[in-house]
């Protein structure tokens, strides 16, 4: 059915849900897993809603965020591989976080993206905007959702 699912995580303990269910569901169906954490990079100016730091600065704190989320996806990796799933580990750099999630779903050649959406409604969803229901409604790929 699937040969391999892209599985978006950012952390959170509802994301740690679709961890579950995607690593459950490839066990189920022999796909291979393909984990993705998408890392913002650093707000350059003040309009982007950064302060002033220097350039060494900057770098530092994007590696620091880099490696914290290869220590992620190596997790997720981790619990595949005690599961009996095969699972790569893969950091996206973009502050466009549903259209890296789609493009790495098309790069790896997915069949199913599995993440979660935190439900939001009215003004807080206008505001925060909504990843998954960018990823639902411009990707080709089937979608799985969870709460």
């Known amino acids: 059915m699937y ?29 291979t897993v393909i984990a993705l954490k998408v890392v913002p990079r650093y707000p350059r100016s003040y309009f982007e809603g950064g302060i002033p730091v220097e350039s060494g600065d900057v770098k530092r704190i994007e590696k620091q965020w ?15 591989s005690a599961q009996g799933v095969t699972v790569k580990g893969v950091v996206a750099k ?33 505001l925060l905007g909504s990843e998954t229901q960018h990823v639902l409604t411009h990707s080709h790929i089937p979608v799985l959702v969870l709460r």
């Open 94 to 126: 973009s502050d466009l976080v549903a259209e890296a999630v789609i493009s790495a779903a098309k790069k790896h050649k997915a069949d199913l993206i599995v993440m979660a959406s935190h439900g939001r409604k009215g003004l807080k969803r206008l």
């Open 66 to 80: 880099s490696d914290s989320a290869q220590a992620m996806v190596d997790g997720v990796a981790a619990q595949g």
């Open 3 to 31: 040969k391999r699912i892209l599985i978006a995580t950012d952390g959170s303990e509802l994301s740690e849900k679709a961890v579950e269910h995607g690593l459950a569901l490839a066990g189920l169906t022999g796909a």
